[in-house]
């Protein structure tokens, strides 16, 4: 199988050209693009933005939001760009030995 990708008019014909940041995108595009084909009514994301900065964690978030109307997802992420995206958002913390978890609602999603 070949790939050629494209980030901003600039052809890349090996994933080795890529930056951490593009190699995710590339998985997450093909990935996303079988749940397209094969729906499922639950996924599991671990992550699936620690190499990507802001604007491209919101638009997956965004992404998610649009497409996949019909499956719950549950992400674990570090970044706000993906909790904006959240209709519903647990918060977990850790203080002094004690685990927390907050449950925030999103009224207007």
Same mark, same amino acid.
């Given at each position: 199988?070949?790939?050629?990708?494209?980030?901003?008019?600039?052809? $890349? /014909?090996?994933?080795?050209?890529?930056?951490?940041?593009?190699? +995710? !995108?590339?998985?997450?595009?093909?990935?996303? &693009?079988?749940?397209?084909?094969?729906?499922?009514?639950?996924?599991?994301?671990?992550?699936?933005?620690?190499?990507?900065?802001?604007?491209?964690?919101?638009?997956?978030?965004?992404?998610? $939001? /649009?497409?996949?109307?019909?499956?719950?997802?549950?992400?674990? +992420? !570090?970044?706000?760009?993906?909790?904006?995206? &959240?209709?519903?958002?647990?918060?977990?913390?850790?203080?002094?030995?004690?685990?927390?978890?907050?449950?925030?609602?999103?009224?207007?999603?």
């Amino acid at each position: 199988m070949c790939v050629k990708i494209g980030f901003n008019h600039t052809w $890349k /014909e090996s994933l080795g050209e890529l930056s951490g940041g593009q190699r +995710s !995108l590339v998985a997450l595009s093909l990935v996303l &693009a079988m749940l397209l084909f094969k729906p499922a009514p639950l996924y599991i994301l671990d992550e699936v933005d620690a190499a990507l900065d802001l604007a491209h964690t919101q638009n997956i978030g965004q992404m998610l $939001k /649009e497409h996949f109307r019909h499956s719950q997802f549950i992400i674990v +992420s !570090l970044k706000d760009g993906m909790f904006n995206n &959240a209709n519903v958002l647990f918060r977990t913390r850790f203080v002094d030995g004690m685990s927390s978890v907050q449950r925030t609602v999103n009224p207007t999603r």
